[in-house]
T-cell receptor, first 114, second 108 residues
Framework: DAGVTQSPTHLIKTRGQQVTLRCSPKSGHDTVSWYQQALGQGPQFIFQYYEEEERQRGNFPDRFSGHQFPNYSSELNVNALLLGDSALYLC?????????????FGNGTRLTVT | KNEVEQSPQNLTAQEGEFITINCSYSVGISALHWLQQHPGGGIVSLFMLSSGKKKHGRLIATINIQEKHSSLHITASHPRDSAVYICAVHFGNEKLTFGTGTRLTIIP
């Protein structure tokens, strides 16, 4: 039973570029949440996807967008990258009907913007 | 404002010691998670609780709803317990809010 998988594991981009990060949820899960974790900080919620729609969103600008596919996998897109976007991006999956349930995280994608 | 605070920020202890990590939050919550993050970055869920106490192996998590406080205890600590421990809460139906983490180092 595969857990949450994220790709790529590491990425280096230049200011102004665009990036796409990918997440496959744990088998059987239908909800995907994305988090940004700056060095030395706790994760910050970006947004959550369920039934291919953004269900909740944190305090992130429109440069951050996402998508969920019919197979429940998800992408996080960041446009016009800034140096401050350098962080570990984490994906977590869950079951919508289960309410508050234990979280299943991927290992993250470490993005460096130069 | 919905806030989560953890203490201590850093903790170093000798192998075998009893460890306590604290989490306080500002307003009523629906659920609280304790998470473990190793240097590679991956996060593992340890506990989810909304009342009382849970135990798994050497780990114990407690929550006091009235005092808006939770603790994570590790008994007979081991170097492999070295990690960052993060408290995260659901304020009502809102998104998860995370603490900044406690970096635990267990010395052999």
């Amino acid at each position: 039973d595969a857990g949450v998988t994220q790709s790529p594991t590491h990425l280096i981009k230049t200011r102004g570029q665009q990036v796409t990060l990918r997440c496959s949820p744990k088998s059987g899960h239908d909800t995907v949440s994305w988090y940004q974790q700056a060095l030395g900080q706790g994760p910050q919620f970006i947004f959550q996807y369920y039934e291919e729609e953004e269900r909740q969103r944190g305090n992130f600008p429109d440069r951050f967008s996402g998508h969920q596919f019919p197979n429940y996998s998800s992408e996080l897109n960041v446009n016009a990258l800034l140096l401050g976007d350098s962080a570990l991006y984490l994906c977590a999956s869950s079951l919508a009907w289960a309410g508050y349930s234990p979280l299943h995280f991927g290992n993250g994608t470490r993005l460096t913007v130069t | 404002k919905n806030e989560v605070e953890q203490s201590p920020q850093n903790l170093t202890a000798q192998e075998g010691e009893f460890i306590t990590i604290n989490c306080s939050y500002s307003v009523g919550i629906s659920a609280l998670h304790w998470l473990q993050q190793h240097p590679g970055g991956g996060i593992v869920s340890l506990f989810m609780l909304s009342s009382g106490k849970k135990k798994h192996g050497r780990l114990i998590a407690t929550i006091n709803i009235q005092e808006k406080h939770s603790s994570l205890h590790i008994t007979a600590s081991h170097p492999r317990d070295s990690a960052v421990y993060i408290c995260a809460v659901h304020f009502g139906n809102e998104k998860l809010t995370f603490g900044t983490g406690t970096r635990l180092t267990i010395i052999p």
